[in-house]
């Protein structure tokens, strides 16, 4: 297979001082292995409570149904394997749709162009991914402003930088300047050229899934594709229990060719599902279950993810809130509900509302961060980079919070149980009164001991303040700036390059532009 | 019992349009009731490590043992119970320890001069006292600065209006314009006479103690006093495995008169105890065990709590460091160690490493109290205010973390599965591409549905522009003026307060000043 993606990345090569100085001073672009927990889930709702949410999930589906809008083939899919249609409502009888479900695969690997930063999708793994879709970026100079495929492109390379972000994702941000019906080949192409993590493809109609689709057969090599999922994309439900014909006809192109689906309602409790934690869940369930079942009758085994976006509302503004008690019992209860359902998970982000990147939205961006690691998420999306209630990707954001996904690195490792981690020749012989700065164990272990930020601030108050008495947002513009600045884009077959260069250039001719 | 607290709030009554305006206006000074968690907690050591664990507790108490500093009654009682004494050092033989806890109560109230805002410490309930300790403050006009007496009172002031506090602390600042020797005083009076929440005693030498108790016999009544709890307080251990006769001598007067101690190991990890996990855990249940033993030696049946205070330390600066995994992970273990000792538990707070109420004193606070909430915390002291390793008390970080303390509150609730949390109607009478806003089960819900923030903003953008652009800061800075603007005296009988401040000012003028 000649379209075997290059695996080595590329390095300045070279004698000199200059080139010794470069290596040490380089960024490092070490990128962790996505998280494989070793520690247990949270699990917050009992027995009981999910047996209720499920019976009641299949009463929704049976009693009131679900509507598949503007898509007569969906209606036929779903009449001929056994649901009443009524009008454009499916009506799915009880089991029916779980039984469905039962085909996806309870994980599958998402390659990349480079495979050792492919990921496994499910079981007790957590793979990290970047901000989707926001119109707007901020940055500390610049402030807030409509987002550029050059935005675009610098998130890809922080996100290629970023040692604890797994993959590359989708819209890190709308590249406005480009026109909509064209964009989101510029798109695939900063994934695929800057960044050699996975990536997401483009559902803002089947048309684009398909040109994603041919991308990639550029990338890997068409049988790779048709093999393997090179792609795990965003269909969201228009809650509640609507299913649109642009998303499900991208749904429809990845699941024929074997890519992934994350199938997730969007919901702000209070608006699109009820004010109630067991009501959300009993509509995210009927709605994701209806989603992957439908998926199912397109390609059997296709790959899919059950999703759980959630939101409260502020019921002063109308604001979706982040960061809140409901949203997290809802993460942790649909994360009960995936895993009995045998599906991977996708939930929580660096989700908050602030208009930027201080208390508020770290507060907000924590609880959910720690929320999604307890509650078993296997995919996050918007790990890093979230303000605003997703309308700004903050460019100092990002690299805080991908500093914090450290934290759930290091958390997932568990307890060293083993006579080092026991360190009771540490304690003998330290003794009381004693420190253990020097210690034989101290020595032996520190260095991987305790998990390290690269944007937090621990020097002393009185050199802090003479450094200019700089805030999180100030260090965080630092480190995006010397990320960029070191930057090296990891080595790609000329030839592949070329050849994506020249599908996106003959598809951007062969259509005049469309900016809705 | 004529100096039973009084129960009722004072309240400017009175007609005309002004009074009503100002009750409009009126800040809220309900006090919620501290946590009863009906939610499960999270338990990150297996029964092998938890076996493992105490098992080398014992081996440390019984081989290596802990130092009694300067205290040969201690050293006493210890021989009398069948401990191995040799000079200051301790070996309690195996058992031994964890015998004489058994006799601490596992659960105790401690009252408030308001019964209202009694606390029972223990079981599922989780109660909220603020920051102790820092010798500075920061505010956002003052900056930085060493904190007065007038700092200290307005602590008080905000933690008794802060709704989700439920304790007024100890030395939520140091009034460093107070002497050494005379502070304990004023600060008692402050939390007595501005609060009608609990408070902690005076700990810095055991005569202050004793100055502790006799001020709440004059505000509870001497019988009170020795038949029930009014007082925890903060007896740190030299960790590792030392105990000084200040903190000892303290420990023995609280003990003594029936007053609650925290006995808590103070520990950066790398410095005071070895860098691992377990390490750590089995140092902190061997001090604990050593220290709620004495404790028991001194009055059986005396209330105590298992404390645990941890950090990391940054291997570069020393520093320590706030909000990490490896924090996590010991606020967990600890938790289950308590539990199986049967004693209340005291960890977590609003840890941060920052010098400002920024994005990384967010995270990090954030991090470490959700860890406490799931942790199975029953006392969380520095729930609010703490900033730069504990060095600072923040005005503004106060009101942000003391309103982040209402996520814990409604986390804590639980997930309601009755027919009205189901909220099947709703779910049928919106349907298919509906919205919840109007139906009727969001109407009879929404207002206690979601949690709400105080001083967070979810303005729509332009809103928030034109006012301004403040950050998280800035509008807790409104808060914090609002707050004391408002702050109104909880009534006191008068002959009750002079009394008070008699003592105060006889004490204070039998001693000269000292500084040290």
Redesign the interface.
């Given at each position: 297979m000649s379209e075997t993606p290059v695996r080595t990345g590329r390095r300045t090569r070279g004698g000199g001082g200059a080139a010794r100085r470069a290596e040490r001073t380089a960024v490092s672009v070490e990128t962790a292995k996505y998280i494989e927990r070793n520690?247990?889930n949270?699990?917050?709702?009992t027995e009981?409570?999910l047996d209720?949410i499920e019976t009641?999930a299949e009463?929704?589906l049976a009693?009131?149904?679900?509507?598949f809008l503007d898509n007569p083939a969906a209606l036929d899919r779903w009449k001929a394997a056994g649901a009443e249609v009524t009008g454009e409502?499916v009506r799915i009888p009880r089991g029916l749709a779980r039984k469905l479900c039962a085909t996806a695969p309870s994980q599958f690997t998402q390659h990349a162009r480079n495979p050792e930063r492919n990921v496994e999708i499910g079981g007790k793994n957590l793979v990290l991914a970047p901000i989707y879709g926001p119109p707007f970026v901020r940055d500390n100079e610049g402030g807030?402003r409509y987002a550029t495929i050059a935005d675009f492109e610098k998130f890809v390379k922080l996100g290629y930088m970023s040692k604890w972000l797994h993959h590359s994702g989708g819209t890190v941000c709308e590249p406005t300047d480009i026109a909509v019906n064209k964009r989101h080949l510029d798109m695939l192409l900063a994934h695929m050229i800057y960044s050699d993590k996975p990536f997401m493809g483009s559902v803002t109609e089947p048309s684009r899934a398909q040109d994603s689709v041919e991308m990639c057969e550029i990338l890997f090599g068409k049988e790779f594709v048709q093999e393997n999922t090179v792609m795990t994309s965003l269909i969201n439900i228009?809650s509640?229990?609507?299913f649109d014909s642009v998303m499900m006809g991208a749904l429809e192109v990845f699941a024929k060719n074997n890519q992934a689906s994350i199938i997730s309602p969007f919901i702000v409790?209070?608006?699109?599902?009820?004010?109630?934690?067991?009501?959300t869940l009993?509509?995210t369930l009927a709605e994701v279950m209806a989603g992957v079942a439908y998926s199912q009758l397109i390609r059997p085994g296709a790959p899919v993810i059950f999703g759980t976006f959630v939101a409260?509302?502020?019921?002063?503004?109308g604001?979706p809130?982040f960061?809140?008690?409901?949203a997290?019992?809802i993460t942790y209860?649909a994360g009960q509900l995936a895993r009995r359902l045998g599906l991977p998970y996708r939930s929580a982000g660096s989700f908050c509302?602030?208009?930027?990147?201080?208390?508020?939205?770290?507060?907000?961006?924590?609880?959910s961060l720690?929320?999604g690691l307890?509650a078993g998420v296997n995919f996050m999306l918007h790990a890093c980079g979230w303000l605003?209630g997703g309308?700004v990707a903050s460019f100092e954001?990002f690299v805080?919070d991908a500093d914090?996904l450290g934290?759930?690195?290091?958390?997932a490792?568990?307890?060293?149980?083993s006579e080092?981690?026991?360190?009771?020749g540490?304690?003998?012989e330290?003794?009381?009164?004693?420190?253990?700065?020097g210690c034989a164990?101290?020595q032996a272990?520190?260095?991987d001991?305790?998990?390290?930020?690269n944007v937090?601030?621990?020097?002393?108050?009185e050199t802090?303040?003479e450094e200019g008495?700089r805030?999180?947002?100030a260090l965080?513009a630092v480190r995006v700036k010397r990320l960029l600045d070191t930057y090296q884009q990891p080595a790609l077959d000329p030839e592949i390059e070329a050849r994506l260069h020249e599908y996106v250039a003959t598809k951007k001719a062969s259509m005049p532009d469309a900016f809705i």
């Open positions: 520690v247990p949270y699990e917050v709702l009981e409570a209720v009641n009463t929704v009693e009131i149904g679900v509507d409502r807030r228009n509640p229990l609507t409790g209070g608006a699109m599902a009820p004010v109630s934690i067991v009501g009993t509509q409260s509302i502020d019921m002063n503004s604001a809130t960061g809140t008690p409901e997290a019992h209860g509302g602030s208009k930027l990147p201080d208390a508020q939205a770290a507060y907000e961006t924590a609880n720690q929320t307890l605003e309308m954001k805080l914090q934290v759930l690195h290091h958390f490792r568990g307890i060293d149980i080092n981690g026991q360190a009771m540490a304690i003998a330290v003794g009381p009164g004693g420190h253990y700065l164990h101290t272990n520190f260095k001991a305790f998990w390290r930020t937090f601030d621990y020097k002393p108050f802090w303040d008495a805030d999180s947002q965080a």
